[in-house]
């Protein structure tokens, strides 16, 4: 069997979602730089290669401009996304709705849903989440690896720390507020007491958008399998993150076979229904004048995302069978969106 030409089928002919690229970040650094067009010129034919259909941007906000200038950065950075999608002339749109998430489907275009990496833009008012959803924003991590007004960040690796806490009181509000507002609440970088209180606080679907096993890779930032295990009962998603220190991957090891070890182990211990890709590539955001200190050169597994295939190929190769490799590329997170959106 060629297994090559069958991943490039499903990826040309299925739904194929990637939940976590820091997209907007990217284009309002350009912007600032003074260039224009950056899905177009840097993106959009990776991402045709590669058959995505949705591609979820994160507002990510720097630690350097907290706490005074993250809400003037995520608008920011939201202008500047709309702006550079609008320059597609039409091949790229931002999706707020269900009919939106369909269209990028049925019209074979590329979606994107923004949503937050830490809830730092928000301070402690939780009236700006109606602001942002009004321009936009469909989820949201609550937060990054460090502490907000909402819960704390789980670190990369072991640090001296004090006494770590789950949700605040203003984080209970929070999540309650993005269920009934329709919002997809994201556990990615949240500790283990945030995470246990997500579960307890909230009713709905949630995801993991770009965290792994911490069985195969014993980072904080992965999950354990009790957590992967609550989000398939809430119906959840959880997006591999193809960070190789994230994943795992040690020198001379094979990156692709890593993030496949990642994927059958969550669907042997949860089921086909709840993985997907979430990439958080990094080396286009991260190189040269752009790059930040906790992104080294050569970080991803996966240079672009036209190389999504590659994995599908290896998920094939191991036996997994097309119908659920679709699941995996798209149809689980396709699925989980279009019950959260209205």
Not at 6 to 17: C, G, P, T, W
Request: charged share 25%; hydrophobic share 40%.
């Amino acid at each position: 069997m060629d297994y090559k030409e069958l991943a490039l089928e499903l990826h040309k002919n299925n739904i194929v979602v990637d939940t976590h690229l820091d997209l907007a970040g990217e284009i309002y650094n350009r912007y600032m730089a003074g260039e224009k067009e950056v899905i177009k010129n840097h993106y959009l034919e990776n991402f045709k290669k590669g058959g995505f259909n949705l591609i979820v941007s994160s507002l990510f906000i720097d630690e350097l401009f907290l706490p005074e200038m993250a809400l003037r950065i995520a608008l920011g950075q939201i202008r500047a996304l709309i702006e550079d999608v609008e320059s597609c002339q039409g091949e790229v749109f931002l999706v707020k709705t269900k009919e939106d998430l369909n269209k990028a489907v049925n019209e074979n275009k590329v979606g994107i849903i923004i949503s937050f990496e830490g809830l730092e833009p928000i301070g402690s008012d939780i009236g700006l989440l109606r602001i942002f959803y009004e321009l936009g924003v469909r989820a949201a991590g609550l937060v990054w690896s460090r502490r907000n007004y909402v819960a704390d960040g789980c670190s990369f690796i072991p640090v001296e720390e004090g006494q770590r806490g789950g949700l605040t009181k203003f984080g209970v509000n929070v999540v309650k507020r993005m269920e009934e507002m329709n919002m997809l609440i994201d556990v990615s970088h949240l500790n283990d007491e945030g995470f246990q209180d997500v579960v307890k606080y909230t009713n709905k679907p949630f995801i993991a958008s770009h965290s792994n096993s911490r069985s195969i890779h014993g980072s904080m930032r992965n999950l354990t399998d009790d957590q992967i295990k609550a989000i398939a009962d809430r119906k959840g998603v959880i997006g591999i993150n193809a960070i190789k220190n994230i994943a795992g991957v040690t020198d001379g090891e094979a990156p692709i076979s890593k993030l496949a070890d990642h994927i059958e182990y969550i669907v042997n211990l949860a089921g086909i229904h709840h993985v997907g890709y979430g990439f958080d590539l990094c080396n286009g955001y991260y190189s040269s004048e752009l790059k930040f200190k906790f992104a080294p050169n050569n970080c991803d597994s996966l240079s672009s995302h036209a190389e999504a295939v590659l994995l599908t190929e290896e998920l094939l190769r191991r036996g997994i069978s097309k119908e659920d490799c679709k699941l995996i590329i798209g149809g689980n997170f396709f699925r989980t969106f279009n019950n959260i959106l209205v």
